[in-house]
């Protein structure tokens, strides 16, 4: 076994601490890596004070993990120690459902490994996730990082990156499309960066005009108050596309109003009570609504491609290890500029 340090989550109610633990050693289709940096999510906070339910203590977060490798598995192709990898939500999945051979593993009918709060297929132990020194997973699961990228700013696209490149790339978003945004933050960011990549026309909706000048500095085109109605009336019936990213209550017909006929409205923000929609705001103009999970290895390593070619990274503070409680109050306060990424060696 591999001695492996961390910080983990006691209980629900303490805050995260250093633990110590084991990784497994490397099998034959195994990559052994040191975890470099490791991106904190929304989702981070969410499990680690069981927010959702079922959380598995003590819990090592993290799932925007960026890594160098340090050993494979003999049967490894595709990775060689020295290499910069990345490992994202998943770390296993039922390979056999057809989700998982369509390359939909995050939609796997018997559920997906996740990285952390999740338990191995073969040994039902807990995983533990990327808020650590080490990591062994599976090389169907381990991602390429461009060199081009800087590391950092790279891990929060195994997480943020996908899940709003995911629906862009699904809903076919292309070149001369008008494309809306709501709420600017750790998703939201990603979102108008990836819709301007794809030379759309990128229009953010916020609550306040705090982040105006933020807005159009990542690239959108222009940023409308929601709380505005004149603006919000004035843009009816004018975007092809959506993506709602905003995980509080809002009211999502305000935003279906605004899609012209045949427009899509896809929810990757994951508010904790339901939000209602009126059969009106859809039926008039054929609109429709969805939401959109992740994305795939496959499609994981499609995007990180697609930010390499278009220097695309996310917007970071970068903070030792030791300052990751100070650093989740901040999150709650929406208080970071987009996305903590913890720097592992401060483990050390």
């Not at 990898?85 to 989700?99: E, I, L, Q």
């Not at 060199?147 to 943020?160: F, I, Q, V």
């Not at 108008?192 to 933020?214: I, N, P, Y």
Request: net charge neutral; glycine share 8%; hydrophobic share 35%.
């Amino acid at each position: 076994m591999i001695p492996a340090r961390g910080y983990a989550a006691p209980d629900a109610r303490s805050p995260l601490a250093p633990f110590q633990f084991e990784r497994r050693e490397p099998g034959p289709n195994d990559v052994q890596l040191d975890v470099l940096f490791c991106g904190i999510c929304h989702s981070d906070l969410h499990q680690a004070r069981d927010e959702w339910g079922g959380s598995i203590f003590p819990m090592v977060p993290g799932h925007e993990i960026v890594g160098r490798v340090t050993r494979v598995g003999a049967k490894v192709s595709r990775f060689k120690a020295g290499d910069t990898v990345g490992v994202g939500c998943m770390v296993d999945s039922c390979r056999t459902c057809p989700s998982c051979q369509d390359g939909l593993e995050q939609y796997c009918d018997q559920t997906a490994v996740y990285t952390y709060n999740a338990r191995e297929k073969d040994t039902r132990q807990p995983t533990y996730g990327g808020y650590s020194s080490v990591l062994v997973v599976d090389q169907d699961f381990v991602l390429r990082v461009p060199d081009n990228l800087d590391p950092a700013k790279a891990a929060p696209l195994l997480c943020a990156g996908v899940t709003t490149f995911s629906p862009l790339k699904h809903w076919n978003v292309r070149a001369g499309q008008r494309v809306g945004v709501v709420g600017l933050g750790g998703l939201g960011h990603m979102a108008v960066k990836f819709a301007r990549a794809l030379d759309t026309h990128v229009t953010v909706f916020s609550s306040t005009d705090k982040k105006t000048q933020d807005a159009l500095r990542l690239g959108a085109h222009e940023v409308v108050v929601s709380s505005n109605e004149a603006a919000m009336k004035a843009h009816e019936n004018t975007l092809d596309f959506i993506i709602d990213t905003v995980s509080a209550k809002h009211d999502l017909n305000a935003y279906l109003r605004l899609l012209r006929r045949d427009g899509h409205l896809v929810l990757v923000g994951a508010p904790e009570k339901p939000l209602d929609v009126a059969a009106f705001s859809l039926i008039p103009k054929r609109r429709s609504f969805s939401g959109s999970n992740i994305g795939g290895i496959r499609e994981t390593q499609e995007m990180l491609d697609f930010c390499g070619k278009h220097e695309v990274t996310s917007d970071v503070e970068v903070i030792p290890i030791q300052q990751v409680n100070e650093a989740y109050t901040r999150l709650l306060n929406g208080d970071v500029k987009y996305r903590f990424v913890i720097d592992m060696k401060s483990l050390k």
